[in-house]
């Protein structure tokens, strides 16, 4: 069990003195925590068209996300997010959720 934190929110154009690698996110993202378990946990979120869903998954399993406007998340099928780290995916479309499971 994992506790996730999944933010939906805009990326926007490199500021001045930033590199321009450097992504830059909305400060005031859309956030909702869930407990991940065994069974595809949906966000009751949705996403602004062109929002980058930013996933944290602070605990000790890994967990699998999906994406879309009623998302199952299943292990080996989605995307994968080790056990305490952070990744980014997007552009997502206008209404979709995320949903997350369990590595086990």
């Given amino acids: 069990m994992s506790q ?14 930033r590199s321009a690698d450097a992504p830059v996110y909305d400060p ?20 602004d068209a062109y929002n980058v869903a930013t996933v944290i998954n ?3 399993e890994a967990i699998w996300v999906a994406f879309g406007a009623a998302p199952t998340a299943a292990v080996g099928m ?3 997010v080790p056990a305490n780290s952070i990744r980014d995916f997007g552009p997502l479309g206008l209404g979709m959720k995320a949903a997350v499971i369990n590595d086990t």
């Fill in 28 to 47: 005031f993202p859309q956030a909702e925590e869930i407990t991940s378990s065994g069974i595809s946990q949906p966000t009751t979120m949705t996403s």
């Fill in 58 to 60: 602070n605990g000790n």
């Fill in 78 to 80: 989605d995307a994968f």
């Fill in 4 to 17: 996730v934190v999944i933010e939906f929110g805009r990326a926007m154009a490199p500021q001045p003195g």
